[in-house]
């Protein structure tokens, strides 16, 4: 194309919208239509930013495309292997016995960014660098709305959200479709696709370690349905390990307590083909030793379940005045 080289105005906006478009840099031909490089053209690209490079005569252009092309193809090379090794990294920090905190550390790290590890209430258990648990309590509203919105989606879902103080991506974290927590990633700017594969692999290695730091490293069954009894005794949420657990979410909306009674085989069979449901929303299911217990969502579940066994007269009204007297918002039925 031919630039009036006497109009700087023509060249300023020419300049302008070249940078919009995310040009690199700016490569005009000497020996051609121009003897030198206009100074129109040196001062507006000065004024914009953009690099401006002389090619001879002599050169052609597209040796210059192959030569960019060649080294692109290097920065990608460069750029599959850095993240190659981030991931063999994380992988590493995994074994930590903290491996929670190494991970996230390494993360930022990696994405040159910082990393919040929430639980499934969106309660901070960890940050990286130090200071990054600032960034959690400026959220605003659309992060945590976010959050919500990610519960209803599941394990598969994730989001991305960017405002001028840079980007932030959110990823639930768990294991068979029950969400125990998130990770949040903030960026200067979006990811690209290597630093997007090392966040992946970071979802995978603390969603593991929530899942080992949860109702299995306390102890699996007997923890749960100890922690439940204690819960329908009347005990306040802060006492016992909702977190842990992944049950902070018990303590933020209306429950469903559903309580039935029948034989321990008739209990057991129930329980297995009612974790399928606890998995794939916010729901509990326990075997307390007396009767199986499910607490769900009031808004998202009804669970019919009727085994033999007595109703114990009252004591479906006892519970739901135990469970409001600690906070709790709870519709209790007893079969």
């Given at each position: 194309?031919?630039?009036?080289?006497?109009?700087p105005?023509?060249?300023?906006?020419?300049?302008?919208?070249l940078?919009?478009?995310?040009?690199?840099?700016?490569?005009?031909?000497?020996g051609?239509?121009?003897?030198?490089?206009?100074?129109?053209?040196?001062?507006?690209?000065?004024?914009?930013g953009?690099?401006?490079?002389?090619?001879?005569?002599?050169?052609?252009?597209?040796?210059?495309?192959?030569?960019?092309?060649?080294?692109?193809?290097?920065?990608?090379?460069?750029?599959?292997?850095?993240?190659?090794?981030?991931?063999?990294?994380?992988?590493?920090?995994?074994?930590?016995?903290d491996?929670?905190?190494?991970?996230?550390?390494?993360?930022?790290?990696?994405?040159?960014?910082?990393?919040?590890?929430?639980?499934s209430?969106?309660?901070?258990?960890?940050?990286?660098p130090?200071?990054?648990?600032?960034?959690?309590?400026?959220?605003?509203?659309?992060?945590?709305?976010?959050?919500?919105?990610?519960?209803?989606?599941?394990?598969?879902?994730?989001?991305?959200?960017?405002?001028?103080?840079?980007?932030?991506?959110?990823?639930?974290?768990?294991?068979?479709?029950?969400?125990?927590?998130?990770?949040?990633?903030g960026?200067?700017?979006?990811?690209?696709?290597?630093?997007?594969?090392?966040?992946?692999?970071?979802?995978?290695?603390?969603?593991?370690?929530?899942?080992?730091?949860?109702?299995?490293?306390?102890?699996?069954?007997?923890?749960?349905?100890?922690?439940?009894?204690?819960?329908?005794?009347?005990?306040a949420?802060?006492?016992?390990?909702?977190?842990?657990l992944?049950?902070?979410?018990?303590?933020?909306?209306?429950?469903?307590?559903?309580?039935s009674?029948?034989?321990?085989?008739?209990?057991?069979?129930?329980?297995?083909?009612?974790?399928?449901?606890?998995?794939?929303?916010?729901?509990?299911?326990?075997?307390?030793?007396?009767?199986?217990?499910?607490?769900?969502?009031?808004?998202?579940?009804?669970?019919?379940?009727?085994?033999p066994g007595?109703?114990?007269?009252?004591?479906?009204?006892?519970?739901?005045?135990?469970?409001?007297?600690?906070?709790y918002?709870?519709?209790?039925?007893?079969?």
């Open positions: 194309m031919r630039l009036p080289a006497d109009d105005g023509v060249l300023v906006d020419y300049v302008d919208r940078v919009d478009a995310g040009v690199a840099a700016l490569g005009i031909g000497i051609l239509t121009h003897a030198v490089c206009p100074p129109g053209l040196v001062q507006a690209a000065d004024a914009g953009l690099p401006l490079i002389e090619v001879p005569g002599v050169t052609a252009f597209i040796a210059i495309s192959k030569a960019v092309s060649a080294l692109l193809g290097v920065e990608e090379y460069e750029g599959i292997h850095r993240a190659f090794e981030a991931q063999r990294d994380l992988t590493r920090a995994a074994l930590a016995p491996s929670a905190a190494v991970v996230s550390a390494r993360l930022a790290r990696h994405v040159e960014g910082w990393v919040l590890v929430l639980d209430s969106a309660r901070l258990l960890t940050a990286a130090a200071g990054a648990e600032d960034e959690l309590a400026g959220w605003p509203g659309a992060h945590k709305a976010e959050l919500a919105e990610l519960r209803k989606r599941g394990l598969l879902a994730s989001s991305s959200m960017a405002d001028a103080n840079g980007s932030v991506s959110l990823h639930p974290l768990g294991a068979r479709g029950r969400i125990r927590g998130f990770l949040a990633v960026t200067a700017g979006p990811l690209d696709r290597n630093r997007q594969s090392v966040v992946a692999v970071a979802v995978s290695l603390l969603s593991i370690a929530m899942e080992q730091g949860g109702a299995s490293a306390l102890g699996g069954q007997d923890v749960r349905a100890a922690t439940l009894r204690l819960l329908l005794a009347g005990a949420p802060d006492e016992l390990p909702l977190q842990l992944g049950w902070s979410w018990l303590t933020q909306t209306p429950l469903r307590v559903v309580v009674r029948g034989t321990p085989a008739q209990r057991a069979d129930a329980l297995h083909r009612l974790e399928s449901l606890a998995d794939s929303m916010a729901a509990v299911v326990v075997d307390t030793g007396a009767e199986l217990v499910v607490v769900a969502e009031a808004g998202w579940v009804s669970v019919e379940l009727s085994l007595a109703a114990e007269p009252g004591l479906a009204e006892r519970l739901r005045a135990r469970l409001e007297r600690r906070g918002a709870a519709e209790v039925v007893v079969r």
